[in-house]
């Protein structure tokens, strides 16, 4: 069984800044494609940014230039750094594990609790 767990949410003012960490655990030997997603109250799940374990990235465009993800291959680990902050941000944050190895088997698709970010105007 694989695990996610976010870290970093919480309350920030309008222009600030929140860096979101994501662990994974559960005797793994390799991760795929990890991300992050948010899905704000009403609205569906949008993909917010994606990282290869080679560091290749792909964001989306609304969203280019204001968030950040990397990545530690040897912790297991993916964070996204958020700036500028507003309002439309507010929304729960999920991570994502695309084909996690463990010593038992192959997890093809892995998500977190989420975490809440809300952005007081």
């Known amino acids: 069984q694989v695990q996610l767990v976010e870290s970093g949410g919480g309350l920030v003012q309008a222009g600030g800044s929140l860096r979101l960490s994501c662990a994974a655990s559960?005797?793994?030997?390799?991760?795929?494609?990890m991300g992050w997603y948010r899905q704000a109250p009403g609205k569906q799940r949008e993909m917010i940014a994606t990282?290869?374990?080679?560091?290749?990235?792909n964001y989306a465009d609304s969203l280019k230039g204001r968030f950040a993800i990397s990545r530690d291959n040897t912790k297991k680990t993916v964070s996204l750094q958020m700036n500028s902050l507003n309002a439309e941000d507010t929304a729960v944050y999920y991570c994502?594990?695309?084909?996690?190895?463990?010593?038992?088997?192959?997890?093809?698709?892995?998500w977190g609790q989420g975490t809440q970010v809300t952005v007081s105007s």
């Open positions: 990282i290869t374990s080679g560091g290749i990235t």
């Open positions: 994502h594990a695309r084909n996690v190895l463990t010593r038992r088997a192959m997890y093809s698709d892995n």
């Open positions: 559960g005797s793994i030997l390799s991760i795929g494609i």
